[in-house]
């Protein structure tokens, strides 16, 4: 499916789902994961063996149990991220930063890669997936693209209404992230973005590595540490630790931690595991599917071992789609209205969906040596 759908359909309801706030629903999903009794005792691999390299960029991961989801005093956080349940992680290599816009580069020099918001748009293809009689569309729109954001001119009337700050625009893509005539050129250590799920796989697929489970993420975001942030539980400091929107969202941006937009990887500390920008910079696709309901179900079936996430995808407030769950927030992350640069916070994201800020970090596990 192509990128004109978001407009549409009300794509950008991707977009909110991905950014703003999300409330209950009632519906249940299905789940898998491999599950034990929270008594048995379980053998996790915790430390990291000898004989195997650690993969070039990568840190060990330790394995482990802890409580997934929100902490009990946070109070910011949403409705599908509660209850918290416990799950044990065996050990992984996990990437100390975003993939960059050099490294993926690489990946299409070698592969010849073409990602989705640059393909051309198939109206057979769309029409498919699009209410019985849509209209087509004129010619000049059904090109390539994918979504930034526009600072609005003026106050918002609500936060619910997302189009105020995010614009359809032909011709943006990783190689051209603001859009015609800008490039990547001198940003070589930025995160790239306007990556589809699909893009990230292919280049999982050629680098040998894969995407984070969620509980794989989000173990590693905590640094082995009961905290709601990566640096501790003072929201004070978050603009020391991570790039996120200070000041009035969508309007106004002080730039307190130093940057409006994406920055460079590596610009604020790492936790305590040595991975950068867990919190803020831009969202991280996960492999899981997102379904609001999971964690409601997830409460009654002890403790999960290595678990994948429900097995279908649920969001009423999305756009019909499939969402895949994300981490982590983004340098749009603002305490009125996202909030994400908690540890525990989820979002989701259509798997044809390429945003001005979602990225990919990688993982390897040991089954992959």
């Keep these: 499916m192509k990128f004109y759908n978001k407009i549409l359909l009300g794509s950008c309801l991707a977009v909110l789902a991905s950014c703003g706030p999300n409330s209950e629903n009632k519906d249940q999903g299905n789940q898998e994961s491999s599950q034990a009794p929270s008594n048995q005792e379980i053998e996790l691999i915790t430390d990291y063996p000898s004989g195997i390299e650690i993969p070039e960029g990568m840190v060990w991961i330790p394995g482990g149990k802890f409580l997934q989801g929100a902490k009990q005093a946070d109070e910011l956080a949403l409705d599908q991220e509660k209850p918290a ?13 975003e993939v960059t816009n050099r490294e993926f580069q690489e990946f299409v020099r070698e592969t010849g890669y073409v990602t989705l918001a640059e393909r051309p748009i198939d109206w057979e293809e769309l029409k498919q997936q699009l209410p019985p009689g849509t209209p ?19 106050a918002i009337t609500s936060h619910h209404d997302f189009l105020q700050w995010w614009e359809w625009k032909i011709g943006a893509n990783w190689q051209q992230p603001e859009g015609p005539g800008s ?8 995160p790239v973005v306007h ?31 009961d905290h709601t942030f990566t640096w501790g ?31 460079p990887v590596k610009t604020y500390p790492p936790n305590s595991l040595g991975l950068y920008d867990m919190a803020g910079n831009v969202w991280e696709l996960t492999s899981d599917w997102l379904n609001v309901q999971y ?11 290595n678990p994948t996430g429900a097995k279908t995808a649920y969001n009423p407030h999305g756009p019909g789609q499939p969402e895949k769950v994300i981490k982590g927030g983004s340098y749009l992350c603002n305490a009125s209205y996202c909030a994400s640069f908690r540890v525990s916070a989820r979002m989701g994201t259509t798997t044809d969906s390429s945003l001005e800020h979602v990225g990919f970090r990688t993982v390897k596990s040991l089954d992959m040596f």
Aim: hydrophobic residues 35%.
């Design 85 to 97: 349940h416990p799950v044990a992680v065996d050990g992984f290599f996990m990437k100390t930063t």
């Design 295 to 305: 964690y409601q179900q997830a409460k009654d079936e002890g403790l999960q071992v």
């Design 136 to 154: 087509k569309p004129h010619d000049s729109l059904l090109q390539p693209g994918s979504l930034l954001f526009k600072k609005p001119n003026t």
């Design 183 to 190: 490039s990547i050129e001198g940003k070589e250590n930025y």
């Design 195 to 225: 990556i589809a799920y699909e893009d990230a796989l292919a280049y999982c697929q050629w680098s040998g590595t894969r995407l984070p489970t969620e509980a794989e993420w989000e173990l590693a975001a905590g640094g082995g540490l």
């Design 233 to 263: 539980d003072d929201i004070s400091l978050l603009a020391e630790h991570a790039n996120t929107w200070n000041g009035t969202f969508p309007v106004e941006n002080t730039k307190l931690d130093g940057f409006e937009g994406v920055a």
